[in-house]
């Protein structure tokens, strides 16, 4: 019991170091923040030596080897061949280093011609640099990941991941501001430091993943530092996300106009609180009926919310949102990026009459939403089955605790536990008549 005590501490102590380093950080960027810009740009710096290290120490045994092979260096004419041989091996060896794709399904421009027309009307609009590959993955939103093509950090290939439920619940014109303020990020006129310094942590956390499969010596010496350096520089490099959301608002208002932005920021959170809130749990909970997934989530995805969108949640979703206090680590909220764009008050969120999926995707939006259907499926089927069981275990144990109250001996815990298996699986009036007769059997119990 001490040694789980002094582990307990040891890991609030080290919170709050972690939440102290980041408020010392944050201040530091607040009042100097060009001497945090250098402090970052230097331990960026620092992770392109480490890179390119190997393959200067290559080219300059390289060169003393060629200069001792002609002034007859002996001895040391092998050693510097031997070293410049192994640097070699080491630069080759990070210079076919490959970095896995994003998840997601990969769209071609064949299936979806008209998503990729706009897309790279947004990337001309905006002088962003091309977009290479489009994924369409399983979670809300649009991001774009920027990987290197080898293992040097010199020329990237750009991702571009849609959220399958931004396809299905957005309007195109929605779809697009979300687009246009990620591919902002790449443009001619934003490629500044500060977007450099933070398209870097996106790129040390590609290596460390990259490292963490091999186990040549190389490997491993590489795995060491960057296990290391990823974490430190996503924390000491923090403060310059703030505001990112603001740039991308700025971003997107180059290529819609404000009222479209303004909506799309209303939806985004009656969608994902949508998500959050209702469908998933929903999802998840029809596993304790049913040994294998009956319902085809994302392929009904687009009905179930806009059947949803009828009832009152929409507009007190987005009234909760925009009434929140902004929390300083998570990044502005609703009314401070509205009334950044000059919005007092949020658009009325409102179904769209046709969805970015109907208007980009065509006929591949079935083919999509089934491809997508099929990868969840798989992933929890094991999982599925558990909820199953356990559902299955827990209506047992309600109907065995259902007569023990017919037979009026439910007692303390198993009271309880009783009432609460009637609310979850029971309806409203049958939790209520089960709270009701545990106060008969058990009118001394405060619970």
């Not at 810009?37 to 060629?66: D, E, H, K, N, Q």
């Not at 070699?88 to 280093?97: F, P, S």
């Not at 404000?258 to 909506?263: H, P």
């Not at 439910?410 to 009637?422: F, H, N, P």
Request: aromatic share 10%; glycine share 8%.
């Amino acid at each position: 019991m001490k040694k789980h005590r002094i582990i307990e501490s040891l890991g609030r102590g080290a919170e709050w170091a972690s939440h102290g380093l980041n408020r010392r950080l944050q201040r530091l960027a607040d009042r100097a923040p060009r001497a945090h810009l250098a402090l970052t740009t230097l331990l960026a710096l620092g992770g392109y030596v480490w890179l390119l290290a190997l393959p200067f120490a290559a080219a300059y045994f390289s060169i003393r080897t060629l200069v001792l092979a002609q002034e007859g260096g002996g001895a040391w004419l092998y050693a510097h061949a031997g070293l410049a041989l192994a640097f070699g091996i080491g630069t080759w060896a990070i210079v076919r280093l490959r970095f896995k794709d994003p998840e997601g399904v990969l769209l071609t421009r064949e299936e979806a011609p008209r998503l990729f027309r706009q897309i790279e009307l947004i990337r001309r609009k905006l002088h962003a640099a091309p977009i290479h590959k489009v994924h369409v993955t399983e979670r809300f939103g649009v991001e774009l990941v920027r990987l290197p093509r080898n293992g040097l950090p010199v020329t990237y290939e750009n991702h571009l991941l849609i959220g399958y439920p931004a396809l299905a619940c957005l309007s195109q014109g929605q779809l697009k501001a979300l687009i246009a303020g990620r591919i902002g990020e790449i443009s001619v006129h934003n490629m500044g430091v500060t977007a450099w310094l933070c398209q870097l942590r996106q790129t040390w956390v590609a290596y460390r993943v990259a490292w963490a499969g091999r186990r040549s010596p190389l490997a491993l010496v590489m795995r060491f530092f960057f296990e290391r350096y990823a974490p430190f520089y996503s924390r000491i490099s923090a403060p310059l996300v703030n505001g990112r959301e603001f740039r991308r608002d700025q971003y997107a208002l180059q290529a819609v106009p404000d009222e479209t932005l303004a909506g799309c920021l209303t939806m985004e959170v009656v969608v994902e609180r949508f998500l959050d809130d209702y469908y998933w749990p929903k999802v998840y909970r029809s596993a304790e009926k049913a040994p294998q997934p009956r319902f085809r989530a994302y392929t009904n995805l687009g009905l179930v919310f806009a059947r949803k969108f009828k009832g009152r949640n929409p507009q007190l979703w987005v009234r909760e949102a925009f009434t929140r206090e902004p929390d300083p680590a998570g990044g502005p909220g609703l009314r401070e990026r509205l009334e950044a764009i000059g919005f007092g008050e949020p658009v009325a969120p409102a179904v769209p009459r046709r969805t970015a999926a109907e208007a980009l995707l065509g006929e591949a939006e079935c083919t999509l939403s089934g491809r997508l259907d099929a990868r969840w499926m798989a992933r929890e089927q094991e999982n599925w089955v558990m909820r199953y069981q356990r559902g299955q275990s827990a209506r047992g144990k309600l109907q065995r605790l259902r007569k023990l109250a017919e037979e009026g001996r439910l007692r303390g815990k198993q009271a309880m536990e009783y009432a609460a298996l009637t609310k979850k699986y029971g309806t409203e009036e049958e939790a209520r008549a089960a709270y009701e007769r545990i106060l008969e059997l058990n009118p001394d119990d405060a619970r």
